[in-house]
């Protein structure tokens, strides 16, 4: 279950970052994609979904967590510690996924709740790109792409083997998804933040 939420919210990440990017299409496109999102009842559905997803995800991952530090604690003949094999992205996945959950709070609050309580037409481009012209919030916003970079480096492979679908001749082939998965995502949101404090600065 761990591995099918990571997996459906991956697949959201992909969608998320796809509207996203038409913000380089100017106000009009953004505007008319977000109205589209906002509007369409499958879409509305999915939101539940998703909300679900996220917070079975998070659930599996606290009671996970503690089971490991509990059976790794009471092996008496084994270290408690981490293997040095253990990559940095294995062992710091319970970290990464709070820091990506506290920033996703301030998300939530920043775009959100805004679009979802405001009573009158609200401009979905100004709100997000007035945003990124705050220097604070345009760098809080990247840290927060890192964190979830390296949270997403361990989980695209993980999920899958989970699943035990990476194995054999596919261990190659789910490596290499795996690193243009997290680059594109990670590059893609950051490039969203950094292009309109750029722009909204009047730096070029
Ligand atoms: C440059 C980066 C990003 C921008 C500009 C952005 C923008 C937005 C906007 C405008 C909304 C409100 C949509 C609406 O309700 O109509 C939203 C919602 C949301 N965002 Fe983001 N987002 C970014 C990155 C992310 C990332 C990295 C995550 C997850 C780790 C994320 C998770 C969510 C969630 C869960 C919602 C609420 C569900 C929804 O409305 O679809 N966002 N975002």
């Known amino acids: 279950m761990m591995s099918l939420t990571g997996i459906f919210l991956m697949f959201f990440l992909l969608i998320h970052l796809s509207i996203n990017l038409t ?15 906002g509007t369409n009842p499958l879409i509305f559905g999915m939101q539940f979904v998703l909300a679900a997803g996220f917070i079975y995800h998070i659930f599996l991952a606290i009671v996970l967590t503690f089971q490991n530090w509990k059976a790794r604690g009471s092996q008496k003949y084994y270290s408690n510690k ?38 009158q037409h609200l401009d979905h481009y100004e709100l997000v790109t007035e945003l990124f012209k705050d220097p604070i919030y345009a760098a809080l916003y990247v840290i927060w792409f890192i964190a979830l970079a390296i949270h997403l480096s361990h989980a695209f492979q993980s ?46």
């Open 82 to 119: 981490w293997s040095e094999h253990t990559p940095f992205n294995s062992r710091s996945m319970i970290w990464t996924g709070v820091i990506v959950l506290l920033f996703l709070f301030l998300h939530l609050w920043n775009y959100f709740i805004p679009i979802k309580t405001a009573d």
């Open 159 to 204: 999920s899958f083997q989970s699943l035990g679908l990476r194995s054999g001749s596919y261990i190659k082939l789910f490596q290499v998804l795996g690193k243009i998965f997290f680059w594109a995502i990670s590059i893609g949101f950051s490039v969203i933040a950094i292009w309109f404090f750029i722009k909204g600065n009047g730096m070029m």
């Open 23 to 37: 913000l380089f299409g100017g106000a009009d496109t953004f505007n008319a994609a977000s109205e589209f999102m």
